[in-house]
């Protein structure tokens, strides 16, 4: 309810701004503490494009806390797909040059077609954790998440699974040659001065080897 309210009344643009600018400024943090090595997801909507959010606003967040781009990724909707415009695109092209890459977050739950995939310039894809909560068992859903599994690779995107809380989902995905997993199996949200302790886990962990 919070986001689609924050989008209509405005709200989303010095929400989205002060978002962005945390994840940058912890980015740098983090590098500065030795465990730069890995990216930041920030989330970004069609209604911050409308309302001036561009690759100039975010570059001088970037510059100004002193982040690298290559580690930031910008998470659209599959709801931008219903604006694909050249405008739309450009705003999208504009942001990868700044060195940052993008996700559809999401996916398979709104309105993808091959046709958006190939006119937008995303690098990754997302999977909803709908399609993931109920795997392996679930014949429907895993032949789903197979399908998107193969497009992925012909089409040279990076995939990500959400929502990965057992092992047996785990394993599952890592036989598909699901590359990413997000979810509960790693950690659930901590508060990020605890980040570095999950990370130290995580690389224990014998499922991550």
């Known amino acids: 309810e919070f986001i689609p309210l924050a989008e209509d009344t405005g709200l989303i643009q010095p929400i989205g701004l002060w978002v962005f600018r945390q994840a940058c400024a912890q980015l740098r943090a983090w590098k500065d503490q030795g465990i730069g090595s ?91 954790r709908a399609f993931i909560r109920d795997l392996p068992d679930n014949a429907e859903d895993a032949s789903l998440v197979n399908a998107i599994t193969a497009m992925s690779k012909s089409l040279g995107l990076e995939l990500i699974a959400e929502g990965v809380e057992t092992t047996e989902q785990f394993k599952y995905l890592h036989q598909l040659g699901c590359q990413n997993i997000q979810g509960f199996l790693f950690s659930k949200p901590v508060p990020a001065e605890k980040l570095p302790d999950v990370i130290r886990q995580i690389e224990d962990n014998s499922y991550s080897k």
Request: glycine share 6%; no cysteine; hydrophobic share 40%.
């Open 38 to 128: 890995f990216a930041v997801s920030v989330n970004i909507s069609s209604s911050q494009r409308h309302l001036g959010f561009n690759a100039q606003v975010a570059a001088d967040i970037i510059n100004s806390t002193g982040a690298d781009p290559t580690n930031i990724i910008f998470e659209i909707t599959e709801s931008m797909f219903l604006e694909s415009s050249s405008e739309a695109i450009s705003w999208l092209d504009q942001l990868k040059e700044l060195g940052a890459q993008l996700a559809i977050d999401d996916f398979g739950t709104g309105y993808s077609s091959l046709s958006y995939l190939k006119q937008f310039p995303i690098d990754k894809l997302k999977i909803d």
